[in-house]
């Protein structure tokens, strides 16, 4: 697949899965849920290994970065954010996850040496106000508190989490570990650590037959999990993590344009200008350098 054709799988299904997550919330403890979730992902994924005839033996070096890779992607970073939803509203966990893509910056400037153009943190500067910009009249009802900083902390140690799964995710490509594999085990690592964490917090691994929770998980598995992470993580090789992880600065946006189809969502101001800054930023750090140099100097131009 193309490179758009990537991102914008990723940005589509993952703008989508929050109608399915809230069908996730119920009888069935959040931990457990997103356990079954990813033991369904790497089922689905080892089974088209097996009918594709993909090699799946890898050394145990190999096998602990699949862990370490599964448990901060796939483990850690949920069981983080949806503790922090506990304490604060998801406006606020929506925009502290948005700095992932300053987190990714970082990590792949210190890993791997990746140089990142102005262009980059423009785009993104724009898209961090635009997502802020969104959820405002939902933060004017935040009051400041050991809760709300404590939700915050967790939001960003989850955030932080995906990060470091992100990097692991390019390590282990670097390697020439092909991505279905390593999301396979990746995910089937993951949902074991969710499960520990459900018989450590003493939780019940309960389930619903609903067909709203199967259709869901089903949704959540398939669409949000194999092909959205095949996708994003693909791309993070390909346009680098820096310009990929603006895919969830957008998502939200995404959410927001379903939601007025879906639940009738009331814009406002804040959703025009919110919206516009997002998209402003998307192509600011999707645009290739030398294109926006000569769309500029055509502006110039103009002028004179």
Same mark, same amino acid.
């Given at each position: 697949?193309?490179?758009?054709?990537?991102?914008?799988?990723?940005?589509?299904?993952?703008? =989508?899965?929050?109608?399915?997550?809230?069908?996730? #919330?119920?009888? +069935?403890?959040?931990?457990?849920?997103?356990?079954?979730?990813?033991?369904?992902?790497?089922?689905?994924?080892?089974?088209?290994?097996?009918?594709?005839?993909?090699?799946? #033996?890898?050394?145990?070096?190999?096998?602990?970065?699949?862990?370490?890779?599964?448990?901060?992607?796939?483990?850690?970073?949920?069981? $983080?954010?949806?503790?922090?939803?506990?304490?604060?509203?998801?406006?606020? =966990?929506?925009?502290?996850?948005?700095?992932?893509?300053?987190?990714?910056?970082?990590?792949?400037?210190? !890993? !791997?040496?990746?140089?990142?153009?102005?262009?980059?943190?423009?785009?993104?500067? !724009?898209? %961090?106000?635009?997502?802020? &910009?969104?959820?405002?009249?939902?933060?004017?009802?935040?009051?400041?508190?050991?809760?709300?900083?404590?939700?915050?902390? #967790?939001?960003?140690?989850?955030?932080? @989490?995906?990060?470091?799964?992100?990097? $692991?995710?390019?390590?282990?490509?670097?390697?020439?570990?092909?991505?279905?594999?390593?999301?396979?085990?990746?995910?089937?690592?993951?949902?074991?650590?969710?499960? #520990?964490?459900?018989?450590?917090?003493?939780?019940?691994? &309960?389930?619903?037959?609903?067909?709203?929770?199967?259709? @869901?998980? +089903?949704? %959540?598995?398939? !669409?949000?999990?194999?092909?959205?992470?095949?996708?994003?993580?693909?791309?993070?090789?390909?346009?680098?993590?820096?310009?990929?992880?603006? *895919?969830?600065?957008?998502?939200?946006?995404?959410?927001?344009?379903? =939601?007025?189809?879906?639940?009738?969502? *009331?814009?406002?101001?804040?959703?025009?200008?919110?919206?516009?800054?997002?998209?402003?930023?998307?192509?600011?750090?999707?645009?290739?350098?030398?294109?926006?140099?000569?769309?500029? =100097?055509?502006?110039?131009?103009?002028? +004179?």
């Amino acid at each position: 697949m193309s490179n758009s054709i990537l991102y914008l799988l990723t940005v589509l299904i993952w703008g =989508s899965t929050w109608i399915a997550i809230n069908y996730q #919330l119920g009888d +069935v403890a959040p931990e457990a849920s997103v356990s079954y979730r990813f033991l369904l992902a790497a089922i689905i994924l080892f089974v088209f290994v097996k009918v594709k005839h993909l090699p799946m #033996l890898f050394s145990l070096k190999q096998h602990a970065l699949f862990a370490a890779f599964g448990v901060c992607l796939f483990g850690m970073n949920y069981l $983080l954010l949806y503790n922090a939803q506990q304490h604060i509203n998801s406006a606020l =966990s929506c925009i502290a996850f948005s700095t992932l893509m300053l987190m990714n910056i970082i990590n792949a400037k210190v !890993f !791997f040496k990746t140089h990142i153009t102005k262009q980059v943190y423009f785009g993104g500067a !724009f898209g %961090l106000f635009g997502i802020v &910009t969104l959820f405002w009249p939902q933060l004017t009802d935040v009051h400041l508190g050991t809760a709300t900083f404590l939700g915050l902390g #967790l939001c960003l140690l989850g955030t932080f @989490s995906a990060s470091m799964g992100n990097m $692991l995710s390019i390590k282990n490509q670097k390697n020439h570990i092909p991505i279905v594999q390593a999301n396979a085990w990746g995910m089937l690592y993951g949902a074991i650590f969710t499960s #520990l964490a459900v018989v450590v917090q003493g939780k019940q691994f &309960t389930f619903s037959f609903e067909p709203a929770y199967l259709t @869901s998980l +089903v949704y %959540l598995s398939l !669409f949000g999990s194999v092909i959205a992470f095949g996708c994003y993580l693909s791309l993070m090789t390909r346009i680098g993590s820096h310009k990929t992880s603006y *895919a969830n600065i957008i998502f939200p946006a995404i959410a927001v344009l379903i =939601s007025t189809v879906v639940e009738g969502f *009331a814009w406002s101001e804040y959703t025009v200008i919110g919206l516009s800054f997002v998209l402003l930023g998307n192509i600011v750090v999707l645009t290739k350098t030398e294109t926006l140099q000569r769309l500029f =100097s055509f502006k110039q131009a103009a002028k +004179v």
